[in-house]
């Protein structure tokens, strides 16, 4: 069982890397942030980014089913599929809106007295994952596309994994932390919805 201190040194962590997001940085255009060093950056650079890994994070470590390793594997494994694939074409101008309006969807479900089935669950990963992965991979997967793809995904399961940690350590499963912390997701993700 972890300490006490332990619990609140790694929620200082956390909350140290979510002031590290600069959302005026996040989405700069094709080849933005180019490069293996860029793309591991990528996604500690935009709240949306960050606060969306971060929550299926907490969703995933929340729970006590086999949806604890489904959510980030689904979010991860869509995430490279969809950064290949946008590292192929361009991305749409409204992809803000939905990365805004994924940050208010997985935020709600956080904020749910029970968490949703492992299925929608899943999908619901999967989704966000595949709206964020196909704009990292715009952004940061121009030329050399293998190491940049595989940094990228280390920084972002990194990011996940602190989420699972932390939704396990603090037991939020049903508890008002949880559903507070959702909360507070979707209140950031209706503000970048109204920039």
């Known amino acids: 069982m972890t300490s006490t201190p332990t619990r609140l040194l790694l929620g200082c962590i956390g909350l140290g890397l979510l002031g590290l997001a600069l959302p005026a940085a996040a989405h700069q255009g094709a080849g933005a942030h180019a490069g293996t060093v860029a793309a591991f950056l990528h996604p500690f650079t935009g709240l949306d980014h960050l606060l969306a890994l971060f929550a299926v994070g907490l969703c995933a470590g929340s729970r006590r089913d086999s949806g604890r390793w489904l959510l980030p594997a689904a979010f991860l494994g869509s995430m490279a599929v969809a950064a290949v694939v946008g590292a192929l074409g361009m ?5 803000e809106v939905a990365l805004a309006a994924s940050l208010v969807a997985v935020g709600l479900v956080l904020a749910l007295p029970r968490l949703p089935g492992r299925g929608a669950a899943v999908a619901l990963a999967a989704v966000i994952a595949t ?3 196909h704009v990292h991979g715009v952004e940061v997967l121009q030329g050399a596309l293998w190491q940049p793809l595989l ?3 280390t920084a972002s399961a990194l990011i996940v994994a602190g989420g699972v940690l932390l939704g396990g350590t603090f037991a939020l499963r049903g508890t ?9 997701i979707a209140a950031v993700g209706g503000l970048l919805l109204g920039a």
Do not use: C, D, K, Q
């Not at 991305?91 to 992809?95: A, D, G, H, L, Y």
């Open 176 to 184: 008002p932390m949880r559903r507070l912390a959702g909360l507070a």
């Open 151 to 153: 940094a990228l995904l």
């Open 91 to 95: 991305v749409s101008v409204e992809v």
């Open 131 to 133: 709206l964020h992965g």
